[in-house]
Structure formats: C-alpha cells, structure tokens
C-alpha cells in the first residue's frame, strides 16, 4: 500500500523477470545485384525477402572468351562489386551468355539496335546454340558460385517472323536477341537442359548455394519447378 493506503499502481510493480526476451531481429533480406524483371521474378519464388541493388561493372568480354567462363566471371564480378560496400549482407549476381558453337564461339550479346538484332536472329535461325548462365553469392569475403549451360534450337522461323519479332522491341535487352519466356518462345524449337538457364536464373542450383552458404530456406531446392511457367 501507498503512504495514502491506495493499492500500489502497476507501474510501481517490479518488473516480472519470467518476461521472454525479445525475438531476435530477423536477418537482412538478401541483395540482387541485377536490374532484370525476369530474375526480379524468379529469385521471388524462393519466398525469401530481396532488396534489388544492380552493380554497374561494365560487361567486357575479352576477344576469344570462353562463353561459360565468361558468365561465371561475370556473375561473381557483380556480386562482388556491390558486397563491397554492402558488409555482412548476402549478394547474388548472374550473367547469361548466348554464343554460337564455332572455334572460337560466337557470343551474342544484347543487340546495338533492330538491325543487329535481326542479324542475329537470322544467324540463330534453324541451328543450336549455347546459354550459359554464371550465378553467384558473396558475403563478405566468402563466395559460391557455379555456371550451368544449356542447349538451344531455334525453330527455321521467317524473315517475316523475324521482323515481327523485333517490332515488338521484346529483344531490345536480351542476350541473343529473344527472350524465351515471352513472344520469343515462338522462335524455339527445342531446350537441352534447363529453362531457367536459358531465362538467366537456375533457380534449383541458386537454391543449393544459397543454402550451403547458410542462408536458411522456406522450400527444398528440389522442390523448386525448373521451368519458366509454374
């Protein structure tokens, strides 16, 4: 009781000492080093929180590069790039390749214009070719990273269907020149090996690094379906 025989007010109680402590802090959502809606979506299935922060290294390929080695330097150049200034956080960065088997291979990057693009289409018309996509994860000074490839036949699709193609700009921004998760699906004919590699995120291996690199996951690897449309 009080001086004035009023009952003790609660914030006078002492405070209860069974009172659990506080839920730790979750960790930081992961860093996409890529600007890329597609992998924007495809990292999104993981059920994990992102933030996207695109590194600005500049994409340079020395004459005769290997193409998959290439996108496996590439990717772990990315994320490297923006872990730099990111300590403790988790960065993923990837790169796709698209090349033209030859000694050495062709690479084919993002089109300069329409124009280009359509000799590129044209050059990929009715034979296979390779993407190769370089995905990797950075903390600190720790890494994981892997490439895989996949093989790709393009149907013999017209002239006719190529300026329609290009007209619908889809290909502006893609390595090769088409896109196989939209309009561009039309001109392929065949994929040896996995779509998200020709998309540019294997979702399953990207998975399995992410957890050997202790990140904990909401789903199996295995579980994850390994195409474009679910």
């Known amino acids: 009781m009080n001086a004035d025989n009023r009952p003790a007010s609660t914030t006078d109680a002492a405070p209860d000492a069974r009172r659990p402590a506080p839920a730790p802090a979750p960790p930081p959502p992961l860093i996409l080093a890529s600007g890329s809606p597609r ?13 996207i922060l695109p590194s600005d290294i500049l994409e340079t390929l020395p004459p005769g590069a290997i193409p998959a080695q290439a996108a496996a330097a590439l990717a772990l150049a990315k994320a ?10 988790t960065v993923i960065g990837a790169d796709t390749i698209v090349a033209l088997d030859g000694t ?12 280009d693009a359509t000799a590129m289409l044209r050059a990929l018309r009715g034979r ?12 600190d000074h720790h890494a994981w990273h892997d490439v895989l490839t996949a093989r790709v036949r393009m149907a013999d699709f017209s002239d006719a269907d190529i300026a329609a193609y290009v007209a619908s700009g889809e290909q502006r921004d ?8 939209g309009l561009g ?8 090996g996995s779509e998200l ?5 294997p979702l399953r291996r990207l ?10 996951l909401p789903v199996a690897p295995e579980d994850l379906a390994d195409r474009w449309t679910l």
């Open 80 to 89: 490297r790039a923006v872990a730099a200034g990111q300590p403790g956080r």
């Open 197 to 201: 590699v020709v998309v540019g995120l």
């Open 185 to 192: 699906g039309r001109l392929v004919a065949e994929v040896a």
């Open 174 to 181: 893609k390595a090769g020149s088409y896109a196989i998760q």
């Open 39 to 51: 992998r924007h979506e495809l990292l999104g299935r993981l059920g994990l929180p992102f933030v």
């Open 128 to 139: 296979w070719h390779s993407v190769s996509t370089g995905i990797a994860i950075v903390r």
């Open 207 to 216: 998975a399995e690094l992410l957890r050997e690199s202790g990140v904990a």
């Open 104 to 115: 050495p291979p062709r690479i084919l990057g993002k089109p300069r214009d329409d124009d």
